[in-house]
């Protein structure tokens, strides 16, 4: 598309890591937009009729620059992300650019698998023990990723008032620690994850001795099963491709830490222990975390909570944004943002759910009232809440609604920029809600006696 609308075909740039293409149904590489460029130059050379073009406007096939120094984070952080890559490169060599490894500027702590660790004891070295009387708490730069939204849906309630996302959702954003929560419970693949060990055997062939070892000597038949290398087929196995890629995006959101917890140690099995084996990562076990323990937990000044909000404003994810301006004291930034959550995010999920919706308009027109914003905002979640009545058969609550939204409308058509469709509106919703004495002042106010009459 790019190619057909620009007019200089060289003149475009583009950048980008494909090994964090992970929305639904996208694969992108370097090396296809290079053809791409191909294809268009030749195509351009089919269509001359003699001649030639002059040499700045024939296509060029662009070079690709690799970026190998990352400013963001540390190496320790950057390798185990390399050791994801090496998987990807290994068995889905098609799906990503086969890059130079990433450098960071200096070393650092390795992530932390949490091992033999109960969810309780988890959450305690996450987020303390005393939230409840704690000045620290979890900060603005810290964040709790999960797999899918039903993941986050169903987040233990010690983790309210917590920023958690999807992957997806964070994708894009960065952070100083990143806690990844029960990725390998909720992920899509299985027994693929068991295709990690082959790639150790081919790596080393007495590693599987070592994984017979462990079989042997693994009590839970379940886990045992786990450790058993799994022939690899491209076709069979093309979810762990997308399941890496998520992966890869989750760890490379940290600036400074990364923390993984799994609580099924039946799927967790495999990749913990590749990550192990290869000393990308380091296993720590807590059981039993001292009521006493404070967590990982920063204190965060005000404005950062707002500098955080503001980010994930302009990433339209409202409700983490709602969440960092309850904790700025933004009151009324938090209420912009919980509003334009329910209409743009929730609403949609409501539709043919009428009374729910109702509802809807009218917890987000309050909110929009007291985030002080525009009239004209209060009266589009009315005048929604009033045809929704209306549809319930609700003539007095319409009304009501409708009597509100006409009187908002009302104050946006009195001001000196107003427009002619918004005095309609407001006469509009004030006819609906039978005020007709107001609908009538409003236009003589505004010099239309025809239309009063």
């Known amino acids: 598309l790019f190619l057909r609308i620009a007019e200089d075909k060289n003149d475009m740039f583009f950048s980008g890591d494909t090994a964090q293409c992970i929305a639904s149904g996208v694969g992108f590489r370097f090396e296809d937009l290079k053809m791409l460029f191909k294809y268009e130059r030749d195509r351009q050379l089919q269509g001359l009729v003699g001649g030639s073009l002059p040499s700045g406007l024939a296509v060029k096939i662009p070079e690709v620059n690799t970026l190998i120094i990352n400013y963001r984070t540390h190496n320790g952080i950057l390798s185990t992300a390399a050791g994801i890559v090496d998987l990807l490169e290994a068995f889905f060599p098609w799906s990503i650019d086969t890059l130079p490894r990433e450098q960071g500027f200096f070393a650092g702590p390795k992530p932390m698998l949490l091992s033999e660790t109960a969810v309780d004891d988890a959450a305690v070295m996450i987020v303390g023990a005393d939230r409840k009387h704690s000045q620290i708490e979890f900060g603005a730069h810290q964040v709790l990723l999960v797999r899918t939204q039903a993941a986050k849906d169903k987040l233990p309630s010690f983790f309210d008032g917590c920023l958690a996302m999807t992957i997806l959702e964070a994708k894009g954003l960065e952070f100083d620690d990143v806690f990844l929560w029960n990725f390998l419970t909720d992920s899509k693949a299985k027994q693929e994850w068991r295709l990690v060990l082959s790639y150790l055997i081919d790596m080393d062939e007495t590693e599987s001795a070592r994984l017979e070892s462990i079989m042997a000597s693994e009590t839970e038949k379940h886990i045992a099963g786990m450790f058993r290398p799994l022939e ?141 914003n525009s009239q004209h905002s209060v009266a589009k979640c009315c005048y929604s809440a009033g045809a929704g009545a209306q549809k319930l058969g609700d003539r007095k609550q319409s009304q009501i609604f409708f009597d509100v939204a006409g009187k908002a409308y009302a104050l946006c058509a009195r001001r000196e920029n107003s427009t002619d469709e918004i005095l309609k509106r407001a006469v509009g919703c004030l006819r609906k809600a039978q005020n007709l004495g107001f609908a009538v002042d409003l236009l003589v106010s505004k010099g239309r006696l025809y239309q009063a009459l």
């Open 232 to 372: 690899f087929n491209e076709q069979a196995h093309q979810i762990l491709c997308t399941e890496l890629k998520h992966l890869y995006t989750a760890i490379t959101r940290a600036r400074v830490r990364v923390v993984i917890y799994d609580e099924d140690p039946v799927n967790r099995a495999p990749l913990f222990y590749y990550l192990e084996k290869r000393g990308l990562c380091e296993s720590v076990s807590v059981l039993g975390q001292s009521s006493s323990a404070q967590g990982m937990t920063v204190k965060t000044s005000a404005s950062e909570w707002r500098t955080q909000g503001n980010n994930l404003l302009q990433h339209k994810m409202f409700h983490l944004a709602a969440k960092c301006f309850s904790k700025s004291g933004d009151i009324y930034l938090q209420n912009e943002a919980a509003a334009q959550h329910l209409i743009l995010h929730v609403a949609p999920t409501l539709q043919g759910k009428t009374a729910k919706l109702v509802e809807l308009y009218l917890e987000a027109a309050e909110c929009f009232m007291i985030a002080g």
